[in-house]
């Protein structure tokens, strides 16, 4: 491959779909480096009857075509929590398996050394990163209202919100009991026909992947955009290796896989945008050694890996007593319908610093979770695991984490995967912090059940678990060199013609999910690369 | 099932498959037992049915097939849980000899909520097998439950709940 390209973005989720889009519609030459491939609409599995699956689902094989070669065991954990990460290889990255939870962070999110005393603050702050908002809500279509919480800032471009579920209301006369606002759900889903994406049918399969696109999916969206520009060069089965450098130390290509003809292959390009998620962009960094960077790119100052974070989680099933023995009716909706925004800073100082959100509802009411813990067996424990199914209702908070240097992904040079590449290793422990904040957050969980009339199973033991699929923070932006690898546009201090756009890039995580806030700003890391390039700063 | 706890589960090799998922069911008619025996499949395929049993609502665990369901579920995990399986219905089919086999699935459910003997976590095993093959069964999911989702709506409809029914 002989072609140079003005840019090459390695992965084509949240961060790069954005980024692909933005820079060939900006007139750039822009390859793609994509180490999935598409899996159409029709190939998604979301409808498929559990009996129609050779496991009936209990081996995630919806999920399946997703999972290419060996990406779901070429990992390992070590010395740590109960934890897991989410890797997947397909274009569009895990925008097809996402529940499509937009949120905005607040402005007290950027500033948590600045109000808790705790981590570093974001070295830009919402009013900077608010057009952003505003753009990517309008591209990706968000459904929802401003319910006027300063902890949750809106725009001003939401589809219709979705209508709420008996159960939804009945959670609702609890929590205003107690003070806590619920609102409709803020969701990438078209809830309406919205840029030629058709309105959602409410099978509530959206994290299998949703079969006609009224879910954002970056390789439905993004892609085709990109495509119709006439700049763009998508290569799928293509697995980076490594960023390659010239002898100044600036990124002149990428060396990576075709994971379908095993060979090597080489892409030259002027920049270079890293968007492969959380693990494995600190991998390919951590993997990209030379004599200029021989701790890794851009890795002078040991920062690249660390800081490694996600969601804590450990929510409640909770069996309304209002709705038990109803005629069984429809209820899958899409997913969620309505959110609990953050809350416990309304009610007094705690001891420890962040909070936690609430999706309700985000789980599928096909399987009776109850009928593994409803005591019993024989006809009587058959009738009441039927009569209970109707009044099912789930809490799943996501808790804030602290982003702390002792928790990281590496590589280990001794164990590569199937294609000679070194694997990631994850280490995470939870601290203090996050402790404290998830006894708070599951007290106040059972607090909010206590409210209504139901019978409760806790999801969660001892201990919290994590990261939801929300890991972030390894290549993070910072005001300080020493703690930090990138600037507020994403660009590495070192390595000026590299960029890291997807979730590695957080500085810290408030408890809202990431997904809007990674879009936000690659979006504005492709404002500054376009306008760089007219400067020829680039 | 539930994608976020699901995520966990990260070793699939080492389960017994890789790569390639066959995407159609299988189909009881002509499914050849894997691991059970004859003899151990007929001894499930009851205590099954006893977990769940038919009424006037719906089949039971038999109907439903649920000990083929276990059988392709066991013959492809790995060897420890396999031994625990041949294990557990040596077991209950002993304890059945000294009384009956209602009275030993009486006995192995005693403590459920804190199982301690082999028998105790045998019956654990036992019912989460049920429970996963049963309610993800046609009749499970039809009949059983009569679930009414996984469908197309134009517009979803909000809180419009059927009234209690008379039962």
């Known amino acids: 491959m002989a072609d140079t390209y003005d840019v090459c973005i390695i992965g084509s989720g949240a961060a790069g779909g954005v980024m692909a889009k933005e820079l060939s519609e900006g007139g750039a030459k822009v390859m793609l480096l994509e180490a999935g491939k598409h899996v159409p609409m029709s190939g998604f599995l979301s409808h498929h009857w559990p009996y129609k699956l050779p496991y009936r689902g209990f081996r995630d094989e919806k999920q399946a075509p997703f999972r290419q070669g060996d990406v779901s065991t070429s990992i390992r954990y070590q010395d740590s929590d109960s934890i897991g990460v989410d890797r997947i290889r397909v274009l569009g990255g895990r925008t097809v398996h996402w529940n499509a939870v937009a949120l905005r962070y607040a402005e007290r999110d950027f500033r948590s050394a600045e109000l808790d005393g705790i981590e570093e603050d974001w070295p830009l702050t919402y009013r900077e990163l608010e057009p952003y908002y505003d753009r990517i809500e309008q591209m990706i279509g968000v459904c929802g209202r401003d319910d006027g919480l300063e902890i949750l800032p809106a725009g001003k471009h939401y589809l219709p919100p979705i209508a709420w579920r008996c159960s939804e209301h009945i959670l609702e006369r609890a929590t205003a009991k107690m003070r806590i606002p619920l609102i409709s759900v803020r969701k990438a889903v078209a809830t309406v026909a919205f840029d030629g994406r058709p309105p959602c049918h409410y099978c509530g399969h959206c994290m299998s992947g949703c079969d006609v696109g009224a879910l954002f999916n970056s390789a439905e969206v993004m892609i085709p955009k990109a495509q119709r520009t006439g700049n763009f060069i998508l290569r799928q089965n293509a697995l980076a290796r490594e960023i390659l450098v010239d002898r100044e130390g600036l990124a002149r290509g990428v060396s990576f896989i075709d994971t379908e003809t095993k060979q090597e292959e080489e892409v030259k390009a002027g920049i270079v945008v890293v968007c492969c998620a959380t693990v494995e962009s600190a991998r390919l960094l951590l993997n990209s050694r030379s004599p200029r960077h021989p701790n890794g790119l851009a890795n002078s100052n040991g920062v690249v890996g660390r800081y490694l974070h996600g969601h804590l989680t450990g929510g409640v099933d909770i069996y309304l007593e209002e709705l038990q023995g109803i005629r069984p009716f429809n209820q899958d909706g899409a997913t969620d319908h309505v959110y609990i925004p953050r809350y416990n800073h309304l009610f007094g100082r705690k001891d420890y610093a962040g909070g936690w959100g609430i999706q309700v509802n985000y789980s599928d009411y096909m399987f009776p979770h109850h009928a593994q813990r409803v005591g019993g067996y024989g006809a009587a424990y058959k009738a009441r695991v039927r009569s209970m199914q109707p009044g099912f209702a789930m809490l799943g908070p996501f808790g804030k984490v602290e982003a702390r240097p002792e928790n990281y992904v590496t590589v280990d040079p001794h164990r590569t995967d199937a294609h000679g590449i070194p694997i990631p290793v994850v280490r995470f422990r939870f601290g203090q912090n996050d402790l404290a904040l998830w006894r708070d957050q599951t007290q106040s969980l059972l607090e909010i059940a206590s409210n209504v009339k139901a019978q409760v199973f806790p999801n969660f033991g001892q201990a919290p678990t994590g990261f939801a699929s929300h890991e972030v923070g390894t290549i993070r932006m910072g005001k300080n060199p020493k703690t930090s690898v990138l600037n507020s546009f994403c660009q590495a201090r070192e390595v000026k013609n590299l960029f890291v756009t997807d979730g590695s890039c957080f500085t810290t995580s408030s408890e809202k999910n990431p997904t809007l806030h990674i879009m936000a700003l690659s979006l504005r890391a492709a404002d500054y690369i376009k306008q760089q390039r007219r400067r020829g700063q680039l | ?167």
């Not at chain 2, 790569?19 to 894997?34: C, D, H, V």
């Not at chain 2, 059988?71 to 790995?78: K, P, R």
């Not at chain 2, 134009?154 to 709940?161: I, R």
């Open chain 2, 1 to 167: 099932m539930r994608r976020r706890t699901a995520i966990k589960i990260v070793a699939l090799g080492a389960l017994g498959f890789s790569g390639e998922l066959p995407l159609t069911a299988w189909s009881a008619q002509t499914y050849q037992l894997r691991f059970f025996t004859a003899e151990e499949n007929a001894m499930l395929e009851q205590l099954m049915d006893m977990v769940i049993p038919a009424d006037a609502h719906s089949p039971g665990a038999r109907a439903a097939q649920v000990s083929l369901f276990a059988d392709l579920m066991v013959a492809t995990s790995g060897e420890d849980i396999r031994k625990r399986w041949r294990d557990g219905l040596k077991l209950m089919r002993e304890e059945a000899a000294r009384s009956s086999l209602v009275e030993a699935l009486a006995k192995a459910s005693a403590h459920e909520e804190h199982p301690t003997t082999n028998l105790e976590h045998f019956f654990a095993a036992l019912k989460r097998m049920t429970v996963n093959g049963y309610y993800t069964s046609e009749i499970g999911i039809h009949q059983e439950l009569e679930y009414q989702g996984n469908t197309y709506l134009l517009q979803f409809p909000g809180c419009a709940p059927p009234a209690k029914t008379a039962s």
